[in-house]
Structures are given as C-alpha cells and as structure tokens.
C-alpha cells in the first residue's frame, strides 16, 4: 500500500453534507493537513468544485498519476471505478463502500466475487470493502475526523473501522501514539497477514496490536505471530468468539470467525497476547510502551490505602493471576521503623495510606520494598480524594497537606525512582476514586492519570485493568523465555 | 443503635489537627450540619476548646445523657472508657480505635476479649472496633469527610470503613443516596447479622448492600438473607475469597472468612445479588434503583453504532449470561421501512449509528423494537464523540447536526419511552467513549451520564458493566420467581 501517497482520489465525493463518506474524508484529509494533493471524483460534480477543490468525473481525467484512491460509491459503481483504477493505472485502493460478501445475499457476494477477479486481473492493492482503509498521522492521511497528527510505534490493523475510530480516538489519553492504522473490513483481497508481513520490517513499528473477525489463512497467519511476535509483541483482539458474536461476524465483515478452542490453540502457539475488548487492547498496549524492562517474575507488591482495599485488591490481583507474597521480614522491619502500626498494614498487600499520601515517608518506602527479593514489580494505588482534597474541604484537611501539590510530586518521585532504581522492577499506577463528582475528584483523577503517563509510568484507573495488563505483560515475557532471571 | 442522636461524646478529640480520628470527626459532624450537641472528651484539654466545642475531661462529667460515643484514643485506653460509658449510661458507642484481633498479636487479642466482657457485662452496643461508625444522612450524622447530605432507599453495612467512605463519596454520581451506612469493621459485638435485622423492618432502606469479609454466625445470616432478599434486595460484596484476600481479611478485621465453596452455596441458597467489586456493587445498586418492573426473561436487544461494535457487544452480552436473539421478520420489515441498508445491521445486536443520532428515526424505532416478543429488555449504546461534537470539528460535522442538543432529546425521549411504554421493557444506556480528551468527550460522557440517571435510566460507560448488572436483576427476579411472564 501508499503509506505516504502524495496524490488522493476520491471517488463518490458528494457535492452536499454526508454523515460518512467521500466528502467527509475530503475535509478530514484537509483538516490534518494533507500536503498532497486531493481530487474529487463524481461523474455529475463536472466543472463543479467539492470542499474548494476542482471536481473530476472520472479517475482518468485526473492529470497526474494517483498513489491511492478511496472508493465510496454506491456497492454497484463499484466494479466500474476498480475497471477505472486499472485503466488509470492506480493500483492502491481503498474501497469504503460496505454492501458485499457481508449482506449475505446474493447481489452482495456476486458484488465481492466480481471485486476480487478485477483486483487480480488488475494487480490491484484493496483494502476492503467496508472499511475506513488508511490512518497514518506521519504523512498527514487520515478517513477519520480529528484524528491526532502524533505518531508513536504501535501499529493497528483492525477488521472493524470502528474500533479503528475508537482506538484513534482514545488511546492519546493514554499516551498511545500510531505508526499506522489500516482498517481492512471484508479483507476481499489484502488479509491482516499481507498488512502483517509489511509492519513485521516497517521501521516505525514497534508494537502490533490488531481486531480480527476472521482470517484466510490460519497457517501463515500463525506462522509470521509466531516469527515477530518475540521482537515486536503482537497484541491480538478476537471478535465474536460467542455464539452471539459469531453471528454479528457473519453479519459485519462476512468473515469466518472460527471457534474458540481453535483460537486458544493459536494464542498457545504464537505466544500473541490475547485481550478482549477495546479497554483491555488500551490497557495492554500502554503496559508494553510504558514498561521498558522484563519482570523476574509475577510476585507483585500491591501499595494502597484502606483495610478493604487491601482485601480487594489482594483478591483482584490474585484472580488476574499475579502472586502477592508476604515481604520478607527484614524488608518489614525497615517499614516498621518510620511506619506507625496504628491503622497500617505492612505485610503485602501495604494499607499504608498515609505513606502515600506524605512525600518524605513514601520516598523512604521505595527502596525496601524494591530491594525485596520476593518482589518483582510493584503497583501503588494512590487514592484520589480520600483526603480533603475537594474546594471547601474542611479546614483541618487542608491544613494537614495541600494536596494537588502531593500529587505532583509523588509522579516526580515515583518516575524517578521506575527510572532510576537499579533492581528495575516495572512499576505501575491505579489511581483510585474515594470520591465523585464530575469536575471534582473524577476529572483530577483523568488528568493526574494522564500526566502519570506522561512522565512515562503506565496509570490505571482501577487495579482491575492495571493487574490483568501487567499480567499479560508478565505473561508474554514468561512465553518468550524472557524472564530477567539473572537481573 | 441510635440512627437519630441528640447528643454525642468524641473521646479521644484532639487539640492538634489530625490524619483521622477525634477531631476530624468532629469537624466532619460540624460541616454536615449535625444540629445536635457534640462534647470533646480530652482529659487534658480540661478548660480549653476544641473545634469550638467546649471539652471535658471524662464521658461521665458531661451535663447530659450521651446517644452515641465515638471512641478514637489508643487501644490500650480504650476498656477504661467503655467503664466510663457504663458509668455515664451511654450505651451506644462506635470504636474508631484499631489494635485489637486484627493485629494477630497477644496483646491486641487480650483487648478485644476484655472489650467482648465489658460490653456484655454493661450491656454496651458497640459498632466496631476499627471502623469508621455511623453515616445517616438523613441525622446528619456521619465520620465521614465531606459526606453527602442527601438521604436515599439504599443502606450499606461494611466491614471496611474505606469501602464505606468510597461507596458513599462515589455513590451520588450514579444516583444513589443513602438510608443508612454502618462500617462496622472487627464486629466484636455486634456482627452484619445484628444491623441487618435492624434494616429488615427500617422503613426508609428498601435496598441493602453489604461488604462482607467473615461472618460469626453464617446460620444466622443465610436464615436473616433468606427472609428480607424477595422484599429488599439483598446485594453483597464478600472480600478475601482467594488466597491472598484471606490473609489480607485476616490482617484487616481478624475475620475468618469462610470458603468460595461456602458462600456459593450461601448465594445459592439465599437469592441474595453476588458482586465482587466496589464498581459492580455501584452499578448492580443503580440497577435495582431505576429498574422499576422485573424483566420477563434475559433476551436483549442491544442499539448501537459500528460493526465491530456489534461483535464486541454481542460478545459482552453473552459472556453476561444474557441472550440476544435476531429480531422476529415482522420487527426487521418495520425498520427497514425507514433504515436503509446501507451500513446499517438490524439482526440483533442492531448497527444503526444514524438512527441512534437522528431523534426523528430514534423515535420510530423504539416501538417496534420494544415489542418484538422475542425481546425482554433494550440496551442502548449510544456513541460518544462519534460524529463531530469537540470544539474545532469539521464544519461539515457540525452542519449536520449540533450534537449536544441531540444527547438533550436522547434524554427526553428515552425516559419518556422507558416510563411510559406499555411494554414495561428494561431499558439502561450504555455511553461509549469514541474519543479521548480529559475536558472533551470524556468530561462530557460522565455529565450525561449523571443526566441519564437523573432522567431515571440506568447509565453505565461500559457495555461489559451495564450487562453485568443487568444480567443480575434478572437473575435476581428469576429466582424469586417474579419474572412476569404473565404481562
């Protein structure tokens, strides 16, 4: 494919509004800043211009050659624009227009058929139909809105172009930038394996995270996980694996889905990491960019505050599969010098809301509990809003600590210390609502997540998300023999 | 207990401000406006003020009888006050003070057997020790910072005083107001058996939620559940059922508590709502709040936008434990009489982002949908930051239709439709986040959200959440029996 086309086709640009389509991907090209240059295509736009640009009625009318055209006629235009690429030798397309293999009725899977012996005949790259093809904010090419101009390594190939949108859309919050996006709907031609094979030696790929509803070929789609995933981890989302599910598949992308006893196999096999929603996809992709150093091991220390938070969390982190041993006694005994026992627990899980919440004391909290040989990672759960921290807090409370100002510098602190200390154990953070309230404590909450990233630790918003990430995490390192046994 | 006090004793204030404990409680009782008088128990603060407050040197030198005494002095203090509470024939008292069994040590074992005989001798109702007490709106009574004033059907009996304080400052935003909460932490006296007796005949809890971490008498409470379960759902988070949640059960409030094995068959047995975290306890509570009518069966509907979406959902749904069936003929024929095929699935779950976006069709195809035979309750998933809504979007999108004033009607129409359809169907909303921005799409998720619920409909950010709440209220009416098949 063109991943940095300098010239656009858009074939079935309208010259009115549309909820979807050629013209909105015209304006959201413009809007990223497109360098290249666009043309519109629509037989009836003749001498018209669409968004301020010249109209075109046919691909060979245009005057220079096309690196990529984005097709979103009607279904049944459809063979006549792939006969039109082939004439105006324009071999990388992208077709938008769903209404194939996926109505599952007869006119659509002739459609697809057609589609498919056009592109052979041609030489023709397709990605789709039914899809929204192409996101690659380095060279400013974009069909979604406001999608974000940052680059980072991962790389996302997703059967669905809504998950696509989903993704692009949340995951800067999480720190999460893109190489490439391809969104390759019925895969009629190009399948996730040809767009794999390509990020398997793209330079600015370093992560590979994908949504799949079917494949074509299972054996060399097993086959290229298994080569890449021990250099760049490949982070797999397997839709309709229900019966349910399945059948929404059928309905989506046409595709077969396969079942899950055969996908367990394939997850065993490869050593992929196998996550099962968009959420889940977030969470891990942001542990592999944020953690730079292999674990030891699954034995986790949890920090936290609260009696019952400590059950709840000792429970969540044990179902997730991490281990959560006792320290050892020496490593306890240093706690116990500058930790009260009143109202703490320092065994593991650590109810030592107080140490999180005072600078001096957390700082000499790290190092023990890092130099523990029973440890290999560890997970603060900083509580947000459990000590009045909201405008008109009682005086008393705001007395004890000024808090917004705690908050930074345990980021300071803890993105030092996950940098610098030498045991290099990951590190991550769950910040933990004790409040609500929609401008209050939940937006600090979003907004200290973000800057907890920003300073390059990975931050959770519930120990749920953080301790079934960092499992995976572990788990993959586990797979590929990786663990730092030596460290 | 006394839920409605006139008078109440802190022992223990301080003059000094304090993490937690006396003082902090008595400026919590100030700022939540308690309108009764509060008596500072200092021995050395004789003749001096506290928040105020005039303090007295003993529990026995204040000039009127006590309703409730708060104890927060060191544990090894604390036997001699509750000699002092006999003396003053104050019998209802709450013990913040920790360091008793919880503590696995002699010393705080022999404390907690002589606090046992003290009460039982003076005939003392203790809540505690190690617990943060009573919360009653309603008294404007509560140890909690900054607790909210409003009162509301749901009680809350805890074991956890974190929990309690999380679950009351994070409950309002999904409108849920509480009857009474009770963090009772060690139970040494008094045990969840004892409040819940209490709550079974409280007019003003209809709803009662609990965290649990042991029980004393588990034949007492699977009898007590049994009994108050059909008339007030009884919904309860038990901690520490893995490994590690035991030991940390056990360092918490000395409780022993129990096998998986035991409380399965206790949920088996009772009816009684099992969930295992705070966030579901949250959702399952709003659920049973705004869910007036018992569904007739678990078979959904599921309204959302984009394909891959669809398969997640139906995905999400199944692993739930609900059912979605394909929309009967006659159904799909009526939505395709204003659905166009294009883009659109109508099977189940439902593909159709523009009609959700478009009030006009949204209208249209609620009535059909609502009485298709095949389906017991709607779910809508309705998009967020999809088309256009942050400031700075394509112009384009915002021709087409300002999207604010789209959620406005979504509202209105929704709750029209929930409160009013003959059909008496089970509707809950579900906001997907499309897009990220702490100020943008996010921010304005969590505020419609709140608005949806004000508006009376269930509103989750997660499909997996709103399908495991609602898979529990059904559950929970399916084996009470009350599923109305008869409507």
Not at 190 to 205: G, I, K, M, R, V
Not at 220 to 241: A, D, F, M, S, Y
Request: proline share 7%; glycine share 12%.
């Amino acid at each position: 494919m063109a991943f940095n086309p300098k010239t656009i086709a858009v074939v079935g640009a309208s010259t009115k509004p549309q909820w979807m389509g050629g013209t909105t991907f015209i304006a959201n090209l413009q809007q990223l800043g497109f360098p290249g240059r666009i043309y519109p295509i629509n037989p009836k736009a003749e001498g018209m211009e669409i968004r301020g640009l010249k109209a075109y009625p046919s691909l060979v009318s245009v005057p220079e050659p096309i690196d990529l055209v984005i097709v979103s006629t009607p279904a049944a235009q459809v063979p006549s624009v792939l006969e039109d690429c082939i004439a105006a030798n324009a071999r990388n397309i992208h077709i938008f227009t769903a209404g194939f293999d996926e109505t599952g009725e007869e006119e659509g899977k002739r459609l697809g058929a057609k589609i498919r012996e056009i592109a052979q005949r041609g030489g023709l790259r397709i990605v789709g139909p039914n899809c929204m093809g192409l996101h690659v904010p380095k060279a400013r090419i974009s069909t979604l809105e406001q999608a974000a101009t940052e680059s980072g390594p991962v790389a996302f190939l997703s059967q669905s172009g809504g998950h696509a949108g989903q993704f692009v859309g949340t995951a800067p919050i999480h720190g999460i930038h893109f190489s490439k996006v391809i969104s390759f709907g019925n895969a009629l031609t190009l399948d996730s394996t040809d767009f794999l094979e390509y990020l398997a030696t793209d330079p600015e790929t370093k992560i590979i995270t994908m949504y799949l509803e079917g494949v074509k070929d299972g054996g060399r789609l097993t086959r290229l996980v298994k080569e890449i995933n021990p250099q760049k981890p490949v982070i797999i989302w397997k839709g309709g694996l229900t019966e349910s599910g399945g059948r929404a598949v059928a309905s989506h992308t046409g595709s077969l889905g396969g079942t899950e006893a055969i996908w367990d196999g394939f997850f065993k096999q490869t050593g992929a990491v196998r996550v099962d929603s968009l959420e889940e996809l977030t969470d891990v992709t942001m542990t592999f960019l944020y953690l730079s150093h292999p674990p030891k091991g699954r034995r986790v220390a949890l920090m936290g505050a609260g009696g019952g938070n400590s059950v709840a969390g000792a429970d969540v982190c044990s179902r997730a599969g991490l281990e959560m041993p006792t320290l050892t006694e020496e490593t306890r005994k240093i706690l116990r010098e500058f930790i009260p026992p009143e109202g703490t627990i320092i065994r593991n899980p650590l109810d030592i809301g107080m140490v999180l919440m005072d600078i001096t004391l957390l700082e000499r909290a790290l190092e023990p509990i890092a130099s523990d040989p029973l440890i290999d990672a560890i997970i603060f759960a900083l509580p947000i809003g459990l000590f009045g921290m909201r405008p008109g807090a009682t005086a008393q409370a705001q007395e004890t600590q000024p808090q917004e100002d705690v908050y930074q510098r345990q980021i300071t602190i803890l993105s030092k210390f996950s940098k610098g200390s030498p045991h290099r154990k990951p590190v991550v953070v769950v910040l933990q609502l004790w409040r609500g309230g929609v401008g209050g404590a939940a937006g600090q909450r979003a907004r200290l997540q973000a800057e907890f990233i920003r300073a390059g630790i990975p931050a959770y918003p519930s120990l749920e998300r953080a301790s079934r990430a960092l499992a995976k995490f572990i788990q993959y390192h586990e797979f590929q023999g990786q663990l730092a046994e030596g460290l």
